[in-house]
């Protein structure tokens, strides 16, 4: 990936993985011009996946992703590669789900309150913050991920 025109425009966007308690977040700046596609990829190294699994974006009924991925049932999917960020903003504000590894099921909010011209000399996607560390990937979703945590601060628990 390589960083973008720093004169663009920029949307400051949250990312929050659902169900999360405390809830792990981050913030990143990114060009409005990026596809969804692209976004997927800021958004796997932002929060740490390592990109094995299927992805999908959906804002209000419409979903988002790879058109040869399997169809894991609802609406039709369209290409997100061929979908912009700025085509999906309206007044600057934006929210939609990003949903990760459909067995495990990981849902991230994804909020766009502020877009801006871009400065000159930084390269975007830029990031800005973040609180803790992302769960492991294949283990078990929200639920086993809160077993693992459970169990690893027990050195009694059966599966420490």
Not at 80 to 97: C, F, G, I, P
């Given at each position: 990936m390589t960083a973008l025109h720093s004169f663009n425009e920029i949307a400051s966007m949250r990312i929050e993985l659902t169900d999360t308690a405390p809830l792990i977040w981050r913030e990143v700046d990114v060009p409005t011009s990026l596809t969804l596609r692209t976004l997927h990829e800021v958004i796997q190294v932002t929060m740490g996946w390592l990109d094995y699994h299927l992805w999908e974006f959906t804002v209000g009924d419409q979903r988002y992703g790879l058109p040869d991925n399997e169809d894991w049932g609802g609406l039709p999917r369209r290409?997100?590669?061929?979908?912009?960020?700025?085509?999906?903003?309206?007044?600057?504000?934006?929210?939609?789900?990003?949903?990760?590894d459909f067995g495990d099921g990981w849902r991230h909010r994804l909020l766009i309150n502020n877009v801006r011209q871009g400065k000159a000399g930084e390269g975007y996607p830029r990031y800005i913050a973040g609180q803790y560390a992302c769960p492991p990937e294949d283990c078990g979703g929200i639920p086993g991920f809160y077993h693992m945590l459970e169990a690893q601060a027990d050195p009694d628990h059966p599966d420490h």
């Open positions: 290409d997100a590669a061929k979908t912009r960020l700025r085509d999906l903003l309206t007044a600057s504000r934006l929210e939609m789900v990003y949903e990760y």
